[in-house]
């Protein structure tokens, strides 16, 4: 057990011990240990790059017990650039939390990259929305262990999630439109995204998403899609075998190209499954300035 962990009445024990034995005067000591305690979190919290990691083993590391006093018990005020986490559970939220919270200013922060478990990551996004930031360039939002799977279709009746989704999209999302870009979220609806956003993206060069949409709007889709991201290069979706017919609707359609230069899908079973390699060679072929498509098998047109 570490010391932090340990019972009050037994540090104090222990303290007495080490004065005993080594006839010690706590005072100085104490008083220098405060000082170098507050210089450490000076220099944490004025980090421009702060890395958070979490672990079922480490749930209570010290680094991350430290950062949060030194962020609750200071007044000072964050410039941090770039947030990279990886967390597991409400008390990683709660930092996340604090950290955007004690920013400077909403346009400091340029990227922020997450890995959070897919059923947990509605809360994230909540958290996320309150604090929004105008000048966000790179947003990450992945599962470490399972990148397949959308919020959606895991609904929790305790978490509105699709109003959370949709709140993010207007307050989080929209508030940096002028300079994202790049927008990694592989579990976020398509469709949530497209119809909850009022603005255009114009500097996102890579997305990616789940696939989602209704049969009756297959065109409108995908020129939604286009008219949001017309900066758009690479295209990366999480599929499944139910918007299967929306996929290939996009490997049909000539007219939207020349638009995106490289197409990943990624799915919970191999798109081998369900996509053959002659039809995605064809769309390769036909579709003007599509250069990779990547579906089970990794396809370069050679010009």
């Not at 000076?42 to 749930?59: E, F, M, S, V, W």
Request: proline share 4%; aromatic share 8%; hydrophobic share 40%.
């Amino acid at each position: 057990m570490l010391l932090q962990h340990l019972p009050f009445e037994l540090k104090l024990l222990i303290l007495d011990y080490v004065q005993q034995d080594n006839h010690l005067d706590l005072a100085p000591i104490s008083h220098a240990c405060k000082l170098f305690s507050s210089a450490v979190a000076d220099r944490l919290t004025r980090t421009q790059i702060i890395t958070l990691l979490q672990t079922p083993k480490y749930h209570h590391n010290a680094s991350l017990g430290f950062l949060r006093h030194a962020l609750r018990n200071s007044n000072k005020c964050l410039i941090t650039k770039c947030l990279q986490a990886s967390i597991t559970d409400k008390p990683g939220f709660l930092i996340i939390s604090e950290i955007l919270e004690n920013q400077q200013r909403a346009d400091t922060m340029k990227t922020i990259h997450l890995l959070v478990p897919y059923k947990l990551q509605p809360e994230v996004l909540g958290r996320l929305t309150a604090y929004p930031q105008t000048q966000l360039e790179e947003l990450s939002i992945r599962d470490a262990t399972d990148d397949n799977q959308i919020m959606t279709k895991s609904y929790n009746a305790q978490v509105r999630t699709i109003e959370i989704m949709q709140a993010f999209t207007l307050q989080f999302l929209s508030a940096s439109y002028k300079t994202l870009t790049k927008i990694d979220l592989p579990s976020f609806p398509s469709s949530l995204l497209l119809a909850t956003s009022e603005v255009e993206f114009p500097k996102v060069n890579y997305l990616h998403v789940a696939l989602m949409g209704h049969s009756q709007q297959y065109n409108e889709l995908w020129r939604d899609f286009k008219s949001k991201f017309p900066a758009l290069r690479e295209l990366r979706l999480t599929l499944d075998r139910q918007h299967l017919a929306l996929f290939k609707s996009l490997l049909e359609d000539t007219s939207l190209f020349p638009w995106i230069k490289r197409l990943t899908i990624q799915s919970s079973e191999c798109p081998k499954t369900f996509l053959s390699q002659q039809e995605l060679r064809n769309s390769l072929l036909q579709l003007n300035g599509l250069n990779r498509i990547t579906a089970g098998w990794d396809m370069i047109a050679l010009n």
